[in-house]
T-cell receptor, first 116, second 113 residues
Framework: AQKVTQAQTEISVVEKEDVTLDCVYE???????LFWYKQPPSGELVFLIRRNSFDEQNEISGRYSWNFQKSTSSFNFTITASQVVDSAVYFC?????????????FGAGTILRVKS | DGGITQSPKYLFRKEGQNVTLSCEQNLNHDAMYWYRQDPGQGLRLIYY???????QKGDIAEGYSVSREKKESFPLTVTSAQKNPTAFYLCASSIRSGNWIQYFGAGTRLSVL
């Protein structure tokens, strides 16, 4: 079965520091997708990125970057020059193709607190 | 605006009472999902539906029921059999195949009186 581990329960940083959120996954599928979602205090999960297992190229979007390493089954997320608005819970997720359709398996989440 | 609407935002349940959480989407998505979120446990799948009039149990379906009579709607009933219903409930939808991305509503927080 699929499994996603986010070992960091909570991280606190001071504004403008860089921070990396770790995600390690387990799967027997050869083709799969990895995701990151952000959950601000309002509660709604916001989609950030989807990565195909065949595409190991790192991606950068503004202050956000993602490092996908198939060899270590990791998909880490880095925020550069963090801001208070980055404070949220961040979830890593892995695709699971079940008998009855597509599902996502979520990690436990990492609480990020950015202090001014 | 296209999106997913969950209501109510807050809900209180009395002992022995069934309560229904609403989830409506206007994204024309085929698949819909219900998750339960408890502190420190991430999201756990309760039920999901890929097409109208069909749905499947997720990992923690006991004490819950759903229906999918319309493409746009996927209500969740928390029955009296669910002994620990206090949690944050999130509804999501996605296209049935392809990009796998799920889009979420703002959630309903359920508490027991």
């Amino acid at each position: 079965a699929q499994k996603v581990t986010q070992a960091q329960t909570e991280i606190s940083v001071v504004e403008k520091e860089d921070v990396t959120l770790d995600c390690v996954y387990e799967t027997r599928d050869t083709t799969y997708y990895l995701f990151w979602y952000k959950q601000p205090p309002s509660g709604e999960l916001v989609f950030l990125i989807r990565r195909n297992s065949f595409d190991e190229q790192n991606e950068i979007s503004g202050r956000y970057s993602w490092n996908f390493q198939k060899s270590t089954s990791s998909f880490n997320f880095t925020i550069t020059a963090s801001q208070v608005v980055d404070s949220a819970v961040y979830f890593c997720a892995l695709s699971e193709l079940g008998e009855y359709g597509n599902k996502l398996v979520f990690g436990a989440g990492t609480i990020l607190r950015v202090k001014s | 605006d296209g999106g997913i609407t969950q209501s109510p935002k807050y809900l209180f349940r009395k002992e022995g009472q069934n309560v229904t959480l609403s989830c409506e989407q206007n994204l024309n998505h085929d698949a819909m999902y219900w998750y339960r979120q408890d502190p420190g446990q991430g999201l756990r799948l309760i039920y999901y539906s890929q097409i109208v009039n069909d749905f499947q149990k997720g990992d923690i379906a006991e004490g819950y029921s759903v229906s999918r009579e319309k493409k746009e709607s996927f209500p969740l009933t928390v029955t009296s059999a669910q002994k620990n219903p206090t949690a944050f409930y999130l509804c999501a939808s996605s296209i049935r195949s392809g990009n796998w991305i799920q889009y979420f509503g703002a959630g309903t927080r359920l508490s027991v009186l």
